[in-house]
């Protein structure tokens, strides 16, 4: 099972986002974790590598299992650790090795195009409370099949 982590970096009204090149979708920027990396080691070093910034006060806002199926065949399994962090140090990158880095406005997050429970995911870290734990079931092509989420959503 491949372990992910990834931030939203908010800043005032605006948060830092990634346009991945293969779909267009608008990620908070993360990546794979390492051998022997916690969590927070993990988000810490890909998001520096993504962004050339420095997380602080991070918290965990999500634990999520991604679960890619056809039919009843299991094609892929990975668990998502989402932080969220309210400051940073550094200077950000011109460029990403992994897309388009922009400041988007918090209002205008959830009307970017994105995977379907990422916009489940994006609720939840821009207005939820405490941590969300939860599964989506997607198709080969990414549709989401089904999904399960504690808290629920509204």
Known sequence: MQ???NCLLVNGSQALLLQ???KGWWVAPGGKMEIGESIKESVDREFREETGLHLKNTILK???????KDK??????????????????GKQCKESPEGILKWVEIKDILSLPMAE?????????????GVMYGTFYYSPDFKLLSYRLDPKPD
């Open 20 to 22: 991945k090149p293969s």
């Open 72 to 89: 009843e065949e299991v094609l892929s399994e990975w668990m998502m650790f989402t932080f969220k962090a309210t400051g940073f140090d």
């Open 117 to 129: 429970g990422d916009v489940y995911l994006f609720r939840h870290l821009l207005e939820g409370e």
């Open 3 to 5: 372990r992910v982590a």
């Open 62 to 68: 999500s634990v999520i299992t991604m679960v890619v």
